[in-house]
Structures are given as structure tokens and as C-alpha cells.
T-cell receptor
């Protein structure tokens, strides 16, 4: 039981490049989330999903897109990376509303 | 948006109890109160959560005020491994379900 895993662990991008961050969970959770954490700050919700095929915007969705084609995977895409998107990205999943969220180890992204 | 307010930092001694306060005066009746902690270079880790009644688990206790406008996370016997940033979080399940993070309290444990 691996819990929540994230790929890649670290990535450097140039401004304008695109990339996809992958989050996978093996706990059969319905809910999945993508957060970003900037230095010295708490986490901010980017997008979330309440089930396969459904996604919704969080607090800071601009510049990001997501997809949940399979229940166990939640993808975060950056179509045209900007230096302001330099951050640590965390994925989380939970069984249901108000339930415990299990976080992945994070992906460090540096946009030059 | 519902927000939480926590002290920026707190310090305690090993094997002593720690009380971490959180104010959430705009909480609504269906918002859950969650506590997570984050060690350096790691993802947040669940500690405890509750709705109205006080809660206990193997890691900590959560004391919720009667009016639910504040809560306190209690670590009964702090260890050096408890040094982390502790986040008090409201989980808003009405409307656009959101987890609203506070700024967190950096807890330092002295040996």
C-alpha cells in the first residue's frame, strides 16, 4: 500500500514550457486535490475532484488544468509555465467529505 | 471565506504538554476543524479532526469551544519529533468544498 505518490519529485522548466504532474493513490479514495505551497506559506488549493471524470476549481486555479480520467489518478497540467508557478506542489486524497486527507511527498517545480 | 488565526510560533520543552490555539470565528455549522502538521521537506500529515465534540486519538487531543469559534490542539507529552508547523484548517463542505489553511504555528521543542 503506497498511499499517495507523485511524479516527478523535482523538475526545472523554462518559461513557456508545458508539463504534467502525476498523482496516484491506491486507497480507492473518491476525492483528490492539488495544492501549491510557496516558501513560508501554507498550502493553497488549486483544483480538486470529487470523483472520476469530475473536477472543480480551488482557490488559485489560473494557469493550471486538471484531469481525472481514472479514479486512482489526478493529473495537474501547466500549459505555459511562468516563474510565478515556481512552488512545491502537493497532491492529496480523501475518502469523502470532511475526511482525512492523505498527502503525497510533493513535487518541487522551478520555472526559470 | 472562513479563515483561521494561529500564533506564528510556539516553544515548549520535551515531555511537557503543548496547547496550540486556533481561532475560527467565522466557522459555519457544517465546517469540520482539522489539524495537520508538516515536517521540513515533507507533505502535511493528518493529526486530528472534529466537528463539535472534543476528540482524542493516539497522537493528540482536540478541544473545541462550545461556540466552535476556537479550538486547541493538545500534545500531551511533546517529543523532539513533534517539532513541525501545525496547521489549523477548516474543511468547508458546503458549496465549493475547500480546505482553508491558516498560516500555521511553528512548534519548537527544546530537549
Amino acid at each position: 500500500n503506497a498511499g499517495v505518490t507523485q511524479t516527478p519529485k523535482f523538475r526545472v522548466l523554462k518559461t513557456g514550457q508545458s508539463m504534467t504532474l502525476l498523482c496516484a493513490q491506491d486507497m480507492n479514495h473518491e476525492y483528490m486535490y492539488w495544492y501549491r505551497q510557496d516558501p513560508g506559506m501554507g498550502l493553497r488549493l488549486i483544483h480538486y475532484s470529487v470523483g472520476e471524470g469530475t473536477t472543480a476549481k480551488g482557490e488559485v486555479p489560473d494557469g493550471y488544468n486538471v484531469s481525472r480520467l481514472k479514479k486512482q489518478n489526478f493529473l495537474l497540467g501547466l500549459e505555459s509555465a511562468a516563474p510565478s508557478q515556481t512552488s512545491v506542489y502537493f497532491c492529496a486524497s480523501s475518502y469523502g467529505r470532511g475526511g482525512t486527507q492523505y498527502f503525497g511527498p510533493g513535487t518541487r517545480l522551478l520555472v526559470l | 471565506d472562513a479563515k483561521t488565526t494561529q500564533p506564528n510560533s510556539m516553544e515548549s520543552n520535551e515531555e511537557e504538554p503543548v496547547h496550540l490555539p486556533c481561532n475560527h470565528s467565522t466557522i459555519s455549522g457544517t465546517d469540520y476543524i482539522h489539524w495537520y502538521r508538516q515536517l521540513p521537506s515533507q507533505g502535511p500529515e493528518y493529526v486530528i479532526h472534529g466537528l463539535t465534540s472534543n476528540v482524542n486519538n493516539r497522537m493528540a487531543s482536540l478541544a473545541i469551544a462550545e461556540d466552535r469559534k476556537s479550538s486547541t490542539l493538545i500534545l500531551h507529552r511533546a517529543t523532539l519529533r513533534d517539532a513541525a508547523v501545525y496547521y489549523c484548517i477548516l474543511f468547508i463542505i458546503q458549496g465549493a468544498q475547500k480546505l482553508v489553511f491558516g498560516q500555521g504555528t511553528r512548534l519548537t521543542i527544546n530537549p
